[in-house]
């Protein structure tokens, strides 16, 4: 994990940014961009999630923000909610300007725990192979995948599932180890996924953040 305290080159006026809301009733997973900065605030778009709700923030609000910079790198800073805005018909969220972001890695750092049906293809005996199992944990950089079916380390698979309203279909997948063999011929193997698409990784991301939040949010109502 890295600390960047030259930010202004990073930031850019257009910047596409993910807001992530974790607390009050607008609790989820946005988008916005950068409107406006200079030496002492960030100025944002009202975050909207992909289903169109905007997130209405109030000042004091506490928000995180994850974007990737034009050189592939993933930052990501928390922020507090200073003032709400209207320029030109918009209306806009005041942030205070962070003296340091951090890089982080999201791929790896979000993992869950689900029960997802999956399906899979793969080649074994000269021909290719079609197998079914369940997906028990998942991240954007890889899962852990429930099946009959043997592999050894290294070998190649390509899954199709769904992950909430999102069909991955043709997720190429490599076994990195295998995690148990038990008696009744279930066999669960740590899968490391490769070539994903950019929109394939922001998905599981955003579906992986949101699970995290909800399980916060009912441990939370446990206290």
Wanted: net charge positive; charged share 30%; glycine share 8%.
């Amino acid at each position: 994990m890295k600390i960047e305290k030259n930010i202004d080159n990073i930031i850019p006026i257009g910047q596409k940014i993910m807001v992530y809301v974790t607390e009050g009733n607008f609790k989820g997973t946005y988008s916005s961009f950068i409107y406006d900065l200079d030496n002492n605030s960030i100025l944002i778009f009202m975050p909207t999630n992909e289903n169109g709700l905007k997130a209405i923030l109030r000042p004091k609000d506490r928000i995180q923000i994850s974007f990737v910079a034009k050189n592939g790198d993933r930052f990501g800073f928390g922020a507090v909610i200073q003032n709400t805005k209207k320029e030109d018909g918009k209306i806009l969220y005041q942030i205070g300007k962070p003296n340091k972001i951090t890089k982080t890695e999201l791929r790896d750092n979000f993992r869950v725990q689900v029960l997802i049906d999956a399906e899979f293809y793969y080649f074994k005996d000269g021909k290719i192979q079609q197998g079914e199992g369940t997906i028990i944990d998942i991240s954007a950089g890889g899962a852990k995948l429930s099946c009959e079916s043997e592999f050894t380390v290294r070998d190649k698979l390509s899954l199709k599932f769904v992950l909430g309203e999102y069909l991955v279909s043709g997720q190429e997948a490599e076994v990195a180890r295998i995690a148990l063999a038990n008696e009744d011929g279930i066999r669960h193997y740590g899968l490391r996924f490769t070539n994903m698409e950019k929109e394939t990784e922001n998905r599981i991301i955003k579906f992986c953040l949101n699970k995290q939040m909800e399980m916060i949010r009912k441990e939370r109502g446990m206290e």
